[in-house]
């Protein structure tokens, strides 16, 4: 264990010139939300010195927006505080649901989804989710705010697009319209504080009749990153999503798949079940969005 | 004898005493002492799970800034000879397991000694890790100890087979011969933790004087004492051990590991040491129980009588032998009356931490295999699985395989209960399956000591010397409270040091409210009759003619004498013009522990697409001879039942090809979680044990033993075929479902 130092920074700007400050000085600067992956880490796999920045102070990143367009959750945002939210629970109820499966009761009243995106594990389950219904996160840079797709950002087990002197503000989500709806599953062998040994995220558009007009689907825990299953959305759309469409997206989706086999399960059981949780969860959207 | 006494205090519920310091957080655990001047030790574990150790140099971490101390197997007596505790303890000329103990620093600060760690320089020669059973039995094998010979037989060549054991009775071919069906399964079982929450964790101080102190969390507190004392090479005498709350054991803390270190760097600092493990160091270094390779083979009439029975057992005893195949032999077939049998046991060396007793130790891998086989029998018979079991239940006067005749014993009882229980009688849901088993533990007696002490306004210490890891201090203040006839709140029970109290072997064997309250029984009874005495004395009576009723000292019926009733706390604040102040003491080697059986059966849905087993409900009927406290023995068999179900399906030491663990941790280590569970629900059977005074029989070891085969039998039953190993986790389950071409 080394030594810490730690900056509680009020506004993006503040921020960015900590993390400027801090890379000049050749310290290593860690963004700071929830600190429920941080600090484990820190006590256990790696514990170098460094300089913390919370980024649960910065003003512009403590917003929770519910728009008539588009929804921004600040990355700040406790999960415990988006699960409380009903409105927020009913547009994207399978974004929220990610959020709900980790950790326990304590732990959602300090994780959030960003940290869980800039944790960047394979594993992350707020990550189909937010690619599934579109997000895209709003990055603080020096040279003013970037934005970058959610399937975008995450570029390898624990890296992501983020330079040293950068951090994410939030996640902008466009606000679901009609029938419209989504649904995250992911298996683990408990019923909760578990790792996913995999998981599947679906977001769809229903027409009057229920006919799928547009589809999004992610698989995580099987790919060194989430992965987007473009052919799994195009098995649904156009159809009822019926059992033949879904066992159709489930295919895709197993065959997308590039799992390994470790602790946590088998090449072919990873490969098998992401099918079932594409199938299920997709299930689940469609009624969702039938019920809208 | 028991079942005419007329109870008061016994089969109530009361508050623990030790409860409410517990969920306010005051209750001291073992890592809770500090000490002025307090260094920290920390362990150098092996990096290889077998090498020999060429070379270790503790220099540079000595001279490292903050350090005080660095110890080695050469700072301990033995050398090469040591025993196997002391080479488990810390390792000479070899480390036989990843995370073996090979040096130890102590330092003034946390940070300083774990940086000295890497300063320590160890050069090893890496041997081959020898990490299964099949490997370990195979010709030719790696061995874990070159010099080991099965059973102690030097004519024959080194093995990594330490020990065997059998038990034969009849003609087993004969028997077999005269069966109509006969069933043969082979089983595999990982090797499982104990999994208690707190790790271990203590601090030892020594003085100039040459005594040292010291404080940790345990099982036993006078066991740590004689074996701290033997691996030093110091007199029980220059040792005293205080043992804090304990966060759990179920076996596992029965043992020493970091004790001696710490006494040795804090005789060599003059400062008090503390140490304590990380949870991975726990997973990897301290005893788990066994894995476990098992055949059953049983033969039975068309009418379900059983002709004959096999067993075949082979147990990962870790480093050091002494894997418990003599409880594994013993178990399992105890519960029932077969002619003719033959149980063998193996107890097998490999390149894994050494094993410790965990709940029934040995008991739950044998009894998942023949309970198992039973469980097909049933089917091949179409018979239900509780009456084949009634058919052939072991009952009073039945010769166990091991050989002595069951006195009062409570199988059959349970049998009935569970046929009847509406959790039985109810359809199974649709879908699931439902499995049922039988367990059995042999409960043990062995030494305890008990003194109970008398305030001048009539309160009663209990003091004892069984940590209490499951309510034990309420069922004590309860039996006392019951013999002295007093209410249960005017009663403390209390867990005394090793010179505070007189000795008690370890809390283990389910034998605490058996032994221990048997003694503490006993020193209530030489209380009252000191009481009898006083009050003679006062009244001018013989000691004869008084009586000790509802806890007062009275005249016998029939006596002429006009006096007024003594209590215990009139006794006692006179007690200086009678004799002296009231002390009871009793001491025991007990005799006459009771078996404790048990019938298992639980409803459970496999999801055929993930594989995932889910628990539907699951119900425990045990005998407890007398529940003294019975919802401490619903807990014990609600605990043990949730470890079971754990075992069952997920629970599994996972180790990479060199031997290291690969799921040292509670996030891939998967005990169930609460909401994993559904309610346990328990049926106390009371068979009175005839050889304690209220008919305790022990009840904390058999509860984990029926619930791995009957998880198994439930998703026999749903799926149609059997998955023989453990655990049922959902790649394993999905694997067969699809190798069977579906389970639907």
Same mark, same amino acid.
């Given at each position: 264990?080394?030594?810490?130092?730690?900056?509680?920074?009020?506004?993006?700007?503040?921020?960015?010139?900590?993390?400027?400050?801090?890379?000049?000085?050749?310290?290593?600067?860690?963004?700071?939300?929830?600190?429920?992956?941080?600090?484990?880490?820190?006590?256990?796999?790696?514990?170098?010195?460094?300089?913390?920045?919370?980024?649960?102070?910065?003003?512009?990143?403590?917003?929770?927006?519910?728009?008539?367009?588009?929804?921004?959750?600040?990355?700040?945002?406790?999960?415990?505080?988006?699960?409380?939210?009903?409105?927020?629970?009913?547009?994207?109820?399978? +974004?929220?649901?990610?959020?709900?499966?980790?950790?326990?009761?304590?732990?959602?009243?300090?994780?959030?989804?960003?940290?869980?995106?800039?944790?960047?594990?394979?594993?992350?389950?707020?990550?189909?989710?937010?690619?599934?219904?579109?997000?895209?996160?709003?990055?603080?840079?020096?040279?003013?705010?970037?934005?970058?797709?959610?399937?975008?950002?995450?570029?390898?087990?624990?890296?992501?697009? +983020?330079?040293?002197?950068?951090?994410?503000?939030?996640?902008?989500?466009?606000?679901?319209?009609?029938?419209?709806?989504?649904?995250?599953?992911?298996?683990?062998?408990?019923?909760?504080?578990?790792?996913?040994?995999?998981?599947?995220?679906?977001?769809?558009?229903?027409?009057?009749?229920?006919?799928?007009?547009?589809?999004?689907?992610?698989?995580?825990?099987?790919?060194?990153?989430?992965?987007?299953?473009?052919?799994?959305?195009?098995?649904?759309?156009?159809?009822?999503?019926?059992?033949?469409? +879904?066992?159709?997206?489930?295919?895709?989706?197993?065959?997308?798949?590039?799992?390994?086999?470790?602790?946590?399960?088998?090449?072919?059981?990873?490969?098998?079940?992401?099918?079932?949780?594409?199938?299920?969860?997709?299930?689940?959207?469609?009624?969702?969005?039938?019920?809208? | 004898?028991?079942? #005419?006494?007329?109870?008061? #205090?016994?089969?109530?519920?009361?508050?623990?005493?030790?409860?409410?310091?517990?969920?306010?957080?005051?209750?001291?655990?073992?890592?809770?002492?500090?000490?002025?001047?307090?260094?920290?030790?920390?362990?150098?574990?092996?990096?290889?799970?077998? #090498?020999?150790?060429?070379?270790?140099?503790?220099?540079?971490?000595?001279?490292?800034?903050?350090?005080?101390?660095?110890?080695?197997?050469?700072?301990?007596?033995?050398?090469?000879?040591?025993?196997?505790?002391?080479?488990?303890?810390?390792?000479?000329?070899?480390?036989?397991?990843?995370?073996?103990?090979?040096?130890?620093?102590? *330092?003034?600060?946390?940070? %300083?000694?774990?940086?000295?760690?890497?300063?320590?320089?160890?050069?090893?020669?890496?041997?081959?890790?020898?990490?299964?059973?099949?490997?370990?039995?195979?010709?030719?094998?790696?061995?874990?100890?070159?010099?080991?010979?099965?059973?102690?037989?030097?004519?024959?060549?080194?093995?990594?087979?330490?020990?065997?054991?059998?038990?034969?009775?009849?003609?087993?071919?004969?028997?077999?011969?005269? *069966?109509?069906?006969?069933?043969?399964?082979?089983? !595999?079982?990982?090797? *499982?933790?104990?999994?208690?929450?707190?790790?271990?964790?203590?601090?030892?101080?020594?003085?100039?004087?040459?005594?040292? @102190?010291?404080?940790?969390?345990?099982?036993?507190?006078?066991?740590?004492?004689?074996?701290?004392? %033997?691996?030093?090479?110091?007199?029980?005498?220059?040792?005293?051990?205080?043992?804090?709350?304990?966060?759990?054991?179920?076996?596992?803390?029965?043992?020493?590991?970091?004790?001696?270190?710490?006494?040795?760097?804090?005789?060599?600092?003059?400062?008090?040491?503390?140490? @304590?493990?990380?949870?991975?160091?726990?997973?990897?270094?301290?005893?788990?129980?066994?894995?476990?390779?098992?055949?059953?083979?049983?033969?039975?009439?068309?009418?379900?009588?059983?002709?004959?029975?096999?067993?075949?057992?082979?147990?990962?005893?870790?480093?050091?032998?002494?894997?418990?195949?003599?409880?594994?032999?013993?178990?399992?077939?105890?519960?029932?009356?077969?002619?003719?049998?033959?149980?063998?046991?193996?107890?097998?060396?490999?390149?894994?931490?050494?094993?410790?007793?965990?709940?029934?130790?040995?008991?739950?891998?044998?009894?998942?295999?023949?309970?198992?086989?039973?469980?097909?029998?049933?089917?091949?018979?179409?018979?239900?699985?509780?009456?084949? !079991?009634?058919? $052939?239940?072991?009952?009073?006067?039945?010769?166990?395989?091991?050989?002595?005749?069951?006195?009062?014993?409570?199988?059959?009882?349970?049998?009935?209960?569970?046929?009847?229980?509406?959790?039985?009688?109810?359809?199974?849901?649709?879908?699931?399956?439902?499995?049922?088993?039988?367990?059995?533990?042999?409960?043990?007696?062995? %030494?305890?000591?008990?003194?109970?002490?008398?305030?001048?306004?009539?309160?009663?210490?209990?003091?004892?010397?069984?940590?209490?890891?499951?309510?034990? /201090?309420?069922?004590?203040?309860?039996?006392?409270?019951?013999?002295?006839?007093?209410?249960?709140?005017?009663?403390?029970?209390?867990?005394?040091?090793?010179?505070?109290?007189?000795?008690? $072997?370890?809390?283990?064997?389910?034998?605490?409210?058996?032994?221990?309250?048997?003694?503490?029984?006993?020193?209530?009874? &030489?209380?009252?009759?000191?009481?009898?005495?006083?009050?003679?004395?006062?009244?001018?009576? &013989?000691?004869?003619?008084?009586?000790?009723?509802?806890?007062?000292?009275?005249?016998?019926?029939?006596?002429?004498?006009?006096?007024?009733?003594?209590?215990?706390?009139?006794?006692?604040?006179?007690?200086?013009?009678?004799?002296?102040?009231?002390?009871? /003491?009793?001491?025991?080697?007990? %005799?006459?522990?009771?078996?404790?059986?048990?019938?298992?059966?639980?409803?459970?849905?496999?999801?055929?697409?993930?594989?995932?087993?889910?628990?539907?409900?699951?119900?425990?009927?045990?005998?407890?001879?007398?529940?003294?406290?019975?919802?401490?023995?619903?807990?014990?068999?609600?605990?043990?039942?949730?470890?079971?179900?754990?075992?069952?399906?997920?629970?599994?030491?996972?180790?990479?090809?060199?031997?290291?663990?690969?799921?040292?941790?509670?996030?891939?280590?998967?005990?169930?979680?609460?909401?994993?569970?559904?309610?346990?629900?328990?049926?106390?059977?009371?068979?009175?044990?005839?050889?304690?005074?209220?008919?305790?029989?022990?009840?904390?070891?058999?509860?984990?033993?029926?619930?791995?085969?009957?998880?198994?039998?439930?998703?026999?039953?749903?799926?149609?075929?059997?998955?023989? &190993?453990?655990?049922?986790?959902?790649? /394993?389950?999905?694997?067969?479902?699809?190798?069977?071409?579906?389970?639907?």
């Amino acid at each position: 264990m080394g030594a810490y130092a730690y900056q509680a920074p009020a506004s993006v700007e503040e921020a960015l010139s900590t993390l400027a400050a801090e890379a000049a000085a050749g310290n290593r600067a860690q963004m700071l939300a929830g600190g429920t992956d941080v600090m484990v880490q820190m006590r256990s796999i790696d514990k170098g010195p460094r300089t913390f920045v919370d980024v649960k102070h910065v003003a512009e990143a403590n917003e929770l927006h519910i728009g008539d367009d588009e929804v921004f959750i600040g990355a700040g945002i406790a999960s415990a505080v988006l699960n409380e939210n009903d409105e927020l629970k009913s547009i994207l109820p399978g +974004l929220i649901e990610s959020a709900d499966l980790i950790g326990s009761t304590q732990i959602q009243g300090r994780a959030t989804i960003g940290g869980n995106l800039c944790n960047s594990s394979p594993a992350g389950d707020t990550i189909p989710a937010l690619i599934a219904c579109g997000a895209v996160c709003v990055i603080a840079s020096p040279g003013g705010n970037r934005e970058v797709p959610t399937e975008d950002f995450v570029t390898g087990v624990g890296t992501n697009v +983020l330079e040293p002197t950068e951090f994410l503000i939030g996640l902008k989500i466009p606000r679901p319209k009609g029938r419209s709806s989504d649904a995250y599953l992911r298996f683990i062998p408990r019923t909760e504080m578990d790792i996913a040994v995999c998981g599947a995220g679906v977001a769809l558009t229903l027409d009057d009749s229920g006919v799928c007009t547009a589809a999004k689907v992610a698989i995580g825990a099987v790919a060194i990153t989430a992965l987007v299953v473009p052919d799994a959305a195009a098995a649904l759309v156009g159809t009822t999503v019926d059992d033949e469409a +879904l066992s159709a997206a489930a295919d895709a989706s197993s065959a997308l798949a590039k799992p390994i086999t470790d602790k946590r399960g088998t090449v072919e059981y990873r490969r098998k079940v992401v099918g079932v949780l594409t199938k299920r969860a997709g299930a689940i959207a469609r009624d969702r969005a039938l019920a809208l | 004898m028991a079942e #005419a006494l007329d109870l008061k #205090a016994i089969g109530t519920r009361p508050v623990r005493p030790d409860g409410i310091d517990k969920v306010t957080g005051r209750a001291a655990f073992g890592a809770d002492l500090h000490l002025p001047n307090m260094l920290h030790g920390m362990v150098l574990r092996s990096p290889h799970a077998h #090498a020999r150790i060429k070379r270790v140099d503790l220099t540079r971490a000595r001279a490292a800034e903050g350090v005080l101390a660095a110890v080695s197997g050469a700072d301990f007596p033995g050398g090469a000879g040591a025993g196997d505790l002391a080479k488990n303890v810390i390792a000479r000329d070899k480390v036989l397991y990843h995370g073996h103990a090979v040096a130890a620093v102590a *330092a003034k600060t946390l940070l %300083q000694a774990e940086a000295a760690l890497d300063l320590i320089e160890v050069d090893y020669e890496v041997l081959d890790p020898v990490m299964s059973l099949d490997e370990a039995m195979a010709d030719g094998a790696t061995l874990v100890n070159e010099s080991q010979h099965t059973n102690g037989d030097t004519s024959k060549p080194a093995s990594n087979i330490a020990a065997t054991q059998r038990f034969e009775r009849g003609d087993l071919e004969a028997g077999f011969a005269e *069966a109509d069906i006969v069933v043969e399964t082979e089983h !595999r079982v990982p090797m *499982a933790h104990q999994g208690y929450i707190e790790p271990h964790a203590c601090t030892a101080t020594a003085n100039e004087d040459g005594k040292a @102190t010291v404080w940790c969390c345990t099982q036993g507190h006078f066991d740590v004492r004689s074996l701290t004392a %033997q691996v030093l090479g110091e007199k029980v005498g220059n040792i005293k051990v205080i043992p804090s709350e304990i966060g759990g054991g179920f076996g596992g803390k029965t043992t020493i590991y970091l004790e001696p270190l710490a006494v040795r760097m804090s005789q060599m600092t003059g400062r008090p040491v503390k140490m @304590t493990m990380s949870r991975e160091d726990v997973f990897r270094a301290t005893g788990p129980t066994s894995g476990t390779w098992c055949r059953a083979k049983i033969g039975a009439k068309k009418d379900g009588t059983f002709t004959a029975a096999s067993a075949w057992l082979a147990y990962e005893a870790g480093a050091f032998p002494g894997a418990p195949i003599g409880p594994g032999c013993m178990s399992v077939l105890a519960p029932y009356e077969v002619p003719n049998l033959v149980i063998e046991g193996n107890d097998v060396l490999v390149n894994k931490p050494k094993v410790c007793a965990y709940r029934a130790p040995g008991a739950p891998q044998s009894m998942h295999a023949m309970e198992s086989a039973i469980d097909e029998l049933a089917r091949q018979l179409d018979m239900d699985p509780i009456d084949l !079991r009634l058919k $052939n239940s072991a009952a009073e006067g039945t010769v166990a395989p091991y050989g002595p005749r069951f006195p009062a014993i409570g199988l059959r009882e349970c049998l009935e209960a569970a046929k009847v229980h509406p959790n039985y009688t109810a359809p199974v849901p649709e879908g699931a399956g439902r499995g049922v088993a039988v367990g059995f533990w042999f409960n043990i007696g062995m %030494q305890s000591s008990a003194e109970v002490r008398i305030a001048e306004d009539g309160a009663v210490t209990v003091m004892e010397g069984s940590p209490d890891i499951g309510g034990s /201090r309420a069922s004590m203040a309860l039996m006392a409270a019951e013999t002295l006839g007093v209410p249960y709140e005017q009663v403390k029970a209390h867990v005394g040091d090793t010179e505070s109290t007189g000795f008690c $072997n370890v809390t283990g064997g389910s034998r605490t409210t058996f032994a221990t309250g048997m003694a503490v029984v006993q020193a209530c009874e &030489d209380i009252i009759a000191q009481c009898k005495q006083r009050a003679a004395l006062t009244w001018d009576l &013989d000691e004869e003619q008084v009586d000790w009723v509802d806890g007062e000292a009275v005249p016998k019926p029939g006596v002429n004498a006009d006096v007024k009733p003594l209590s215990l706390a009139d006794i006692a604040r006179g007690a200086g013009r009678t004799g002296g102040p009231l002390l009871g /003491r009793a001491s025991l080697n007990a %005799q006459g522990a009771g078996a404790s059986f048990s019938c298992n059966f639980t409803d459970t849905i496999v999801d055929t697409e993930t594989g995932k087993v889910d628990v539907l409900s699951f119900t425990a009927v045990q005998d407890a001879g007398r529940a003294i406290h019975p919802s401490y023995v619903e807990g014990q068999m609600q605990g043990g039942a949730v470890q079971g179900i754990g075992w069952a399906l997920n629970e599994e030491y996972i180790y990479d090809d060199n031997g290291v663990m690969e799921n040292a941790g509670f996030l891939d280590y998967r005990v169930p979680v609460a909401s994993d569970m559904p309610m346990i629900d328990t049926e106390i059977i009371e068979v009175p044990n005839p050889f304690h005074p209220y008919g305790v029989r022990g009840v904390g070891e058999t509860p984990i033993v029926a619930p791995l085969a009957a998880v198994s039998n439930a998703v026999r039953d749903q799926l149609g075929f059997r998955i023989p &190993d453990l655990p049922l986790s959902p790649p /394993r389950v999905l694997e067969a479902i699809d190798e069977q071409g579906g389970g639907d």
